[in-house]
């Protein structure tokens, strides 16, 4: 394995011997062809998902059940057990009293990341914001564009409580919280793909929050994260494409919004906010410096503003402070306006 992933093998080498025997099924179960081969039950993910976590399979395992599942696309009820196997592996939230969930998997933006913009603006209305997620790679990086906007990270739960009572936001770096699972991102340099955990690590919810939003890469997964969710109890969340798998509203584009409310799927179109742009998100300079001059004023520009207040928006009506989209829409709108004013 290649040297990120040395802990990781560390744990699978020290495992007890003959204990990777008891993951052998979950192989077979999954890889015995197109007639034979069935997705896992709920019980038999978790139990699955916490061998490897343990470290209790072989590396040639790991391989081959995670590429497995990325080939054919994990069910609903897979990544409900997944999930459920995480959260053995990371503290209890200790009262965080987080209303929002905000989820950051994406590993690298090629577009700035607006949506950290948003979630401030919700932090600076009352609604507690925990963020989480991975380091990423590149400039426009979560994490980079949380320090340029004066955001820190958290160290624990208790910082991160902490935050939420003094700013309303706080940001949880997975490694800190949940170091198996961050060694699982980080076979991604080794297999050149992303697996299962890119997608069930956005259902963590590691404060309990009751309300949780959710960006995907690919419209085919919104369903797939609903019924999850479903299976998990979350009362409210809302799943829709984001920009690069991000919670980030295209406010260019219409904007298929499933949300889950007490076991209920219902959806919902947003239509687009800005018409015959030419803002050019593809080319667009990705310096995290811009998005602090635009929560400033010292930029201007109607597009990122739009999927600010967008992104805001679809939370806002998620966490009832809004009845309507139009009511949600205007609510971020003027909540943007007045930023500069506190």
């Known amino acids: 394995m290649g040297k990120r992933d040395t802990s990781l093998t560390d744990d699978l080498s020290n495992a007890a011997p003959n204990s990777n025997d008891n993951f052998t099924p979950y192989i077979r179960t999954v890889a015995r062809g197109a007639h034979l081969s069935r997705s896992l039950t709920e019980s038999e993910a978790e139990d699955a998902m916490g061998h490897i976590l343990s470290g209790a399979v072989t590396p040639e395992q790991l391989g081959a059940f995670l590429m497995v599942l990325r080939y054919r696309k994990e069910s609903p009820d897979e990544l409900a057990g997944f999930v459920r196997a995480a959260r053995r592996h990371f503290p209890k939230p200790k009262n965080t009293n987080a209303e929002l969930d905000w989820p950051s998997y994406a590993d690298r933006h090629r577009q700035l990341p607006y949506f950290v913009l948003a979630a401030k603006l919700l932090a600076a209305n009352g609604i507690r914001v925990l963020m989480h997620g991975l380091a990423g790679a590149g400039p426009a990086a979560t994490r980079h564009a949380l320090s340029a906007v004066g955001l820190p990270l958290a160290v624990s ?13 706080a940001y949880l770096p997975l490694e800190t919280f949940c170091p198996p699972l961050q060694a699982l991102f980080d076979l991604r340099a080794l297999f050149g793909l992303r697996s299962a955990v890119n997608t069930f690590a956005r259902m963590l919810n590691p404060g309990a929050a009751a ?22 109890e979350l009362p409210k969340t809302v799943v829709f494409k984001g920009g690069g798998g991000e919670v980030q509203r295209n406010p260019e584009k219409s904007c298929r919004v499933a949300m889950l409310t007490n076991g209920t799927v219902s959806e919902e179109d947003w239509s687009p906010l800005i018409s015959n742009s030419r803002y050019p998100w593809r080319d667009e300079a990705l310096d995290p410096v811009r998005l602090s001059a635009l929560w400033r004023g010292e930029w201007q520009a109607p597009e990122p503003e739009a999927a600010v207040t967008g992104t805001a928006a679809i939370a806002l009506k998620l966490l009832g402070r809004s009845a309507t989209m139009a009511g949600a829409e205007a609510l971020a709108s003027d909540m943007w306006q007045a930023r500069l004013k506190v």
């Open 157 to 169: 739960f208790d910082t991160a409580r902490q935050q939420l009572d003094d700013t309303n936001f």
């Open 211 to 232: 309300c949780q939003v959710q960006g995907v890469f690919h419209p085919t997964y919104i369903d797939t994260h609903i019924e999850s969710e479903r299976r998990l």
